[in-house]
């Protein structure tokens, strides 16, 4: 079953804050994981992993270097959804 | 010679989350071994059904990102090292000159063995990033240099069961060679899962004394059958004298020397001429500017196998000769279980304490000594002399032997 936009940010913020520790209230859209939330690579490619299987959806690993910002993450699951 | 000594301790082991209660208890004659709750014990059959866990888990101690990023063994290294740290008065000016040389028997065993299980289960897909710096032997060290910012090396020492003692051992070269001005040593191990009880008890190293597990560890006594596997990680600060002096540190005690031998005899097996393990204490002796008469404390290796004990004593009685009789011996992981890579540094922990403290730790469940180890085992903690020369030996699979010799100051 899709998940809403929301449903899939409300996901993501509790993957990147297990992985993290970054408050998950602080994963919102606008939001670099990079710059703003302070999330390394290999963090990066463990929230993918784990989005993947949240998710059930598949995230090539080219793709991953695109996923910037929060938007980008969302917007990919959500699209890869359907 | 350079005298080298301990300004700090940590420990983190199956009778305290720290040094003071580990060593309390011990004194207090508990046990650390209980019984395993985990549903894998009856899942897979195991026919050892206990272990020493730490009393303290990593859990309740790091944060939650921390335990997510370490392998169970590099979490309880960090616990013991940062209270280590912390007691030696966190001598931290020059980090290029503090040295890390660290212990680990087996290493990220939990991280590999639960990563190839999701591997089996999901697909190459669902491993994780992090499960190649969590799983490495290394992984401890550098956590502990990561976490206390020293730049000065760091080191890993493999050698089984002798890893935490050689650890040691190597640290006193190290600041001899004057290539460290502090070097933060030990040993770690966490393999508290069903693969390694499975293999250990494949060739019946491993008490299965299943209904009285806080009995099934007994060095010496006719009835023991094997050694408890234990967790947990120790940690010593040491540095020159001079540079202890220097900055004001109080000082526990002195590594005197120390030696590390290979017995090229069997993987497993010890000598039984004990001709490797004596000849680690001898040159830890000469290393140490002390002779054997000098001894007044033993703790020793002692894991309560059948062949190991006694190839200890054997080798002890090369070395000491009848006057072995008269040595009190403390066999401390009656109290712990045996740590593996963990177990020399811990066993350290409680000799600083015994010279410091100028007392034998108890062992326990010595119920009925075998006649052919005639030692005089400390059963109830027994005071010691002003001044201490200590050993504390350890032995490892490979035929490794290491021993450490530990002054009072």
Same mark, same amino acid.
């Given at each position: 079953?899709?998940?809403?936009?929301?449903?899939?940010?409300?996901?993501?913020?509790?993957?990147?804050?297990?992985?993290?520790?970054?408050?998950?209230?602080?994963?919102?859209?606008?939001?670099?994981?990079?710059?703003?939330?302070?999330?390394?690579?290999?963090?990066?490619?463990?929230?993918?992993?784990?989005?993947?299987?949240?998710?059930?959806?598949?995230?090539?690993?080219?793709?991953?270097?695109?996923?910037?910002?929060?938007?980008?993450?969302?917007?990919?699951?959500?699209?890869?959804?359907? | 010679?350079?005298?080298?000594?301990?300004?700090?301790?940590?420990?983190?082991?199956?009778?305290?989350?720290?040094?003071?209660?580990?060593?309390?208890?011990?004194?207090?004659?508990? #046990?650390?071994?209980?019984?395993?709750?985990?549903?894998?014990?009856?899942?897979?059959?195991?026919?050892?059904?206990?272990?020493?866990?730490?009393?303290?888990?990593?859990?309740?101690?790091?944060?939650?990102?921390?335990?997510?990023?370490?392998?169970?063994?590099?979490?309880?290294?960090?616990?013991?090292?940062?209270?280590?740290?912390?007691?030696?008065?966190?001598?931290?000016?020059?980090?290029?000159?503090?040295?890390?040389?660290?212990?680990?028997?087996?290493?990220?065993?939990?991280?590999?063995?639960?990563?190839?299980?999701?591997?089996?289960?999901?697909?190459?897909?669902?491993?994780?990033? !992090?499960?190649?710096? !969590?799983?490495?032997?290394?992984?401890?060290?550098?956590?502990?240099? !990561?976490?206390?910012?020293?730049?000065?090396?760091?080191?890993?020492?493999?050698?089984?069961?002798?890893?935490?003692?050689?650890?040691?051992?190597?640290?006193?070269?190290?600041?001899?060679?004057?290539?460290?001005?502090?070097?933060?040593?030990?040993?770690?191990?966490?393999?508290?899962?069903?693969?390694?009880?499975?293999?250990?008890?494949?060739?019946?190293?491993?008490?299965?004394?299943?209904?009285?597990?806080?009995?099934?560890?007994?060095?010496?006594?006719?009835?023991?059958?094997?050694?408890?596997?234990?967790?947990?990680?120790?940690?010593?600060?040491?540095?020159?004298?001079?540079?202890?002096?220097?900055?004001?540190?109080?000082?526990?005690?002195?590594?005197?020397?120390?030696?590390?031998? #290979?017995?090229?005899?069997?993987?497993?097996?010890?000598?039984?001429?004990?001709?490797?393990?004596?000849?680690?204490?001898?040159?830890?002796?000469?290393?140490?500017?002390?002779?054997?008469?000098?001894?007044?404390?033993?703790?020793?290796?002692?894991?309560?196998?059948?062949?190991?004990?006694?190839?200890?004593?054997?080798?002890?009685?090369?070395?000491?000769?009848?006057?072995?009789?008269?040595?009190?011996?403390?066999?401390?992981?009656?109290?712990?279980?045996?740590?593996?890579?963990?177990?020399?540094?811990?066993?350290?922990?409680?000799?600083?304490?015994?010279?410091?403290?100028?007392?034998?730790?108890?062992?326990?469940?010595?119920?009925?000594?075998?006649?052919?180890?005639?030692?005089?085992?400390?059963?109830?903690?027994?005071?010691?002399?002003?001044?201490?020369?200590?050993?504390?030996?350890?032995?490892?699979?490979?035929?490794?032997?290491?021993?450490?010799?530990?002054?009072?100051?």
């Amino acid at each position: 079953m899709a998940h809403s936009k929301d449903e899939v940010l409300a996901g993501l913020a509790a993957l990147v804050n297990d992985e993290t520790g970054v408050p998950a209230e602080s994963v919102v859209f606008g939001k670099s994981f990079a710059d703003d939330l302070d999330i390394d690579s290999i963090s990066m490619m463990t929230i993918v992993v784990n989005a993947e299987e949240e998710f059930g959806v598949k995230i090539p690993d080219d793709k991953v270097s695109e996923l910037v910002t929060v938007d980008d993450a969302v917007n990919f699951i959500v699209s890869a959804q359907s | 010679m350079t005298t080298i000594v301990v300004t700090g301790i940590g420990a983190t082991s199956p009778l305290g989350g720290n040094v003071r209660d580990s060593w309390e208890a011990l004194l207090r004659k508990e #046990s650390g071994i209980r019984p395993l709750t985990e549903e894998w014990v009856q899942t897979h059959e195991l026919p050892v059904t206990f272990a020493g866990r730490v009393k303290v888990p990593a859990s309740e101690v790091l944060e939650r990102i921390e335990i997510k990023r370490l392998d169970p063994s590099a979490q309880l290294a960090v616990i013991a090292a940062r209270e280590a740290w912390k007691d030696a008065g966190e001598p931290g000016d020059a980090k290029e000159r503090i040295l890390v040389d660290f212990a680990t028997g087996i290493g990220g065993l939990n991280t590999l063995l639960d990563a190839w299980d999701v591997m089996k289960e999901k697909g190459a897909r669902r491993v994780l990033p !992090m499960t190649i710096p !969590m799983l490495m032997p290394n992984a401890a060290a550098a956590a502990i240099s !990561m976490d206390l910012s020293t730049r000065g090396g760091a080191r890993t020492c493999v050698s089984a069961c002798a890893s935490g003692t050689e650890s040691i051992a190597n640290a006193v070269d190290h600041l001899r060679q004057g290539i460290a001005d502090v070097v933060i040593c030990g040993g770690t191990e966490s393999v508290v899962h069903p693969l390694p009880i499975a293999a250990f008890a494949a060739m019946h190293a491993l008490s299965t004394r299943n209904d009285e597990p806080h009995r099934a560890s007994r060095p010496y006594d006719v009835n023991r059958d094997g050694f408890v596997l234990g967790e947990g990680a120790a940690v010593l600060v040491l540095e020159t004298k001079e540079h202890a002096e220097a900055r004001g540190a109080k000082i526990y005690a002195e590594i005197a020397g120390g030696a590390v031998t #290979s017995d090229a005899h069997h993987i497993t097996a010890p000598d039984p001429e004990g001709n490797g393990a004596a000849r680690a204490v001898l040159d830890a002796l000469e290393n140490a500017g002390v002779t054997a008469a000098d001894v007044n404390h033993i703790n020793a290796h002692a894991t309560s196998t059948p062949v190991g004990d006694i190839a200890e004593y054997t080798a002890l009685h090369k070395v000491f000769g009848d006057r072995i009789k008269e040595i009190p011996v403390s066999a401390t992981k009656s109290s712990t279980g045996h740590l593996l890579g963990g177990t020399g540094a811990l066993e350290a922990v409680f000799t600083v304490l015994a010279a410091h403290e100028k007392v034998a730790p108890p062992t326990l469940n010595l119920e009925n000594q075998d006649e052919n180890i005639p030692l005089d085992v400390v059963v109830e903690p027994r005071a010691l002399p002003d001044k201490v020369v200590a050993i504390s030996n350890s032995f490892g699979f490979g035929g490794h032997n290491a021993v450490v010799v530990i002054k009072s100051v």
